[in-house]
């Protein structure tokens, strides 16, 4: 039998470029932790949990500066 699942992917390197953007600001948006509150966190604590999330959700480390600061207000 015949592989069908090459055929349906279909695209070139360009659509292969666009779908990794898009996986990757997905994965971006996944990145659901709560704001950072000094009134109850710990910042170190916070911060092992926000790099561990990073790597869970595959955020390069060149973003990761981008997601902090959506976190971290005052």
Not at 13 to 26: L, Y
Request: charged share 35%; glycine share 10%; aromatic share 8%.
């Amino acid at each position: 039998m015949r592989n069908l699942g090459n055929a349906e992917e279909g695209g070139g390197d360009a659509d292969r470029g666009q779908d990794s953007q898009n996986g990757r600001a997905e994965r971006m948006n996944d990145l659901k932790l709560p704001p950072f509150n000094e009134e109850k966190d710990d910042l170190d604590a916070y911060l092992t949990r926000f790099e561990r999330a990073c790597i869970a959700f595959e955020i390069k480390t060149e973003y990761w500066s981008t997601q902090l600061a959506r976190l971290l207000h005052g």
